[in-house]
């Protein structure tokens, strides 16, 4: 069974605090992807990779980074959280074919709170 | 940037009844693609159609997709209270990216 795995899936962490999120996928994907989703807003790409130690800015990167140093693992960085960082992140991966999108699995999500 | 959207926002039903979901989105598409969120958990695929399908089924799952209208429909037959959920289109941009919508909260009393 194919399987995203998103190391925390509840966090409380102070305003300043340097944030790690994890994400492992066994399924030898080249794509990974980092959303972020909040109430009335759905989804919304924070980053993405294509390839091990590449990485590409979606759509609300401001406040996040990322790291893919093997091809399972994507981190998502928060320097320094922010209360309006609190909200649900979702990691997903792909197996990824040029000219066609094919479909995301994803892991539970992790759950961010931000004093 | 395109962004699908479904209507209702909402949707209260009884069990047995179908349910049926709608997306529109802005620009042309080689695929769709729905995904069901049960609450508090990740987004699972329910289903693929391509721009040159009309129309596809998976179990009780019924896919249309009208790219004249730029619209696609998910029917949900006999539903069961497992069914509880939300749902959402996402269509592809810029090559192996999804934009989703903001999905609709499908509510399936027993």
């Known amino acids: 069974d194919v399987k995203v795995t998103q190391s925390s899936r509840y966090l409380v962490k102070r305003t300043g605090e340097k944030v790690f999120l994890e994400c492992v996928q066994d399924?030898?994907?080249?794509?990974m992807f980092w959303y972020r989703q909040d109430p009335g807003l759905g989804l919304r790409l924070i980053y993405f990779?294509?390839?091990?130690?590449?990485?590409e800015k979606g759509d609300i990167p401001e406040g996040y980074s990322v790291s893919r140093e093997k091809k399972e693992r994507f981190s998502l960085i928060l320097e320094s959280a922010s209360t309006n960082q609190t909200s649900m992140y979702l990691c997903?991966?792909?197996?990824?074919?040029?000219?066609?999108?094919?479909?995301?699995?994803f892991g539970e999500g992790s759950r961010l709170t931000v004093l | 940037s395109q962004q699908g959207e479904e209507d209702p926002q909402a949707l209260s039903i009884q069990e047995g009844e179908n349910a049926t979901m709608n997306c529109s989105y802005k620009?042309?598409?080689?695929?769709l693609q729905w995904y069901r969120q049960n609450s508090g958990r990740g987004l699972v695929h329910l289903i693929l159609?391509?721009?040159?399908?009309r129309e596809k089924h998976s179990g009780r799952l019924r896919v249309t997709l009208d790219t004249s209208k730029k619209s696609s429909s998910l029917l949900i037959t006999a539903s069961r209270a497992a069914d509880t959920a939300s749902y959402f289109c996402?269509?592809?941009?810029?090559?192996?990216?999804?934009?989703f919508g903001t999905g609709t909260r499908l509510q399936v009393f027993p």
């Open positions: 997903a991966s792909s197996l990824g074919s040029w000219g066609d999108t094919g479909e995301l699995f």
């Open positions: 399924m030898d994907h080249e794509n």
């Open positions: 990779s294509y390839d091990v130690k590449m990485k």
């Open positions: 620009t042309s598409i080689n695929n």
């Open positions: 996402a269509t592809p941009y810029n090559t192996d990216k999804l934009i």
């Open positions: 159609i391509r721009s040159n399908e």
